[in-house]
């Protein structure tokens, strides 16, 4: 199935970013006319079996977002632009990630990557988060389908049980009832913000 996976990972991603090209090239645009700011935010996560790799997204933050350090996202965060808001309610900004898929570094179904600075706050609060790392961290999850935005180190421990059930559980069928309550979700533009 990791074969048949991959191989579906890497289709389904040039699909997704030859229908979706038309949509990104509008956000670019008006993410640049908005603050004259670069359009995409690249970032260090941490991937299958504790791996750096670099995501990317359509920048949905202003430019210094970030000059007091990394925090999580607040419900009404004030560092999100007026398109980023738009992005983040449809998952727009989430979109040039499909790259990462066709390299390799992730899947369009697993565990969502996380940043090595929260990854180390996290771990020493749950020891069995490196857990998560046995599968390649996904665009989409059983966590982000059945928990609404995680900003907090309770939400993390929440999180961390739906990953463990997938990686537990992991087969083809439970992939596509991911697949289709992400394309729900996304629909509805639900629980992508903090609650």
Not at 153 to 160: P, Q
Not at 172 to 192: E, Q, S
């Amino acid at each position: 199935y990791l074969r048949f996976k991959r191989l579906a990972d890497i289709l389904m991603s040039m699909i997704l970013l030859i229908i979706s090209s038309p949509i990104i090239i509008l956000c670019s645009v008006i993410i640049y006319l908005e603050d004259k700011g670069s359009i995409f935010y690249s970032q260090k996560r941490i991937g299958f079996r504790g791996k750096p790799f670099t995501i990317y997204k359509l920048r949905s933050m202003k430019m210094d977002a970030e000059k007091d350090g990394p925090q999580w996202a607040a419900r009404k965060d004030k560092r999100i632009t007026f398109i980023g808001k738009i992005m983040r309610k449809t998952r727009l900004d989430e979109l040039p990630q499909l790259l990462c898929v066709i390299k390799g570094d992730m899947s369009l179904i697993g565990p969502r990557p996380e940043r090595k600075d929260f990854e180390d706050k996290i771990e020493k609060a749950m020891p069995n988060y490196k857990i998560r790392h046995l599968v390649k961290p996904g665009l989409s999850g059983w966590a982000q389908v059945n928990y609404p935005y995680g900003a907090s180190l309770k939400d993390a421990k929440n999180k961390l049980s739906y990953d463990l059930f997938y990686i537990r559980n992991f087969s083809f069928f439970l992939d596509i009832l991911i697949f289709a309550k992400t394309i729900r979700l996304v629909a509805n533009r639900r629980g992508a913000q903090p609650f």
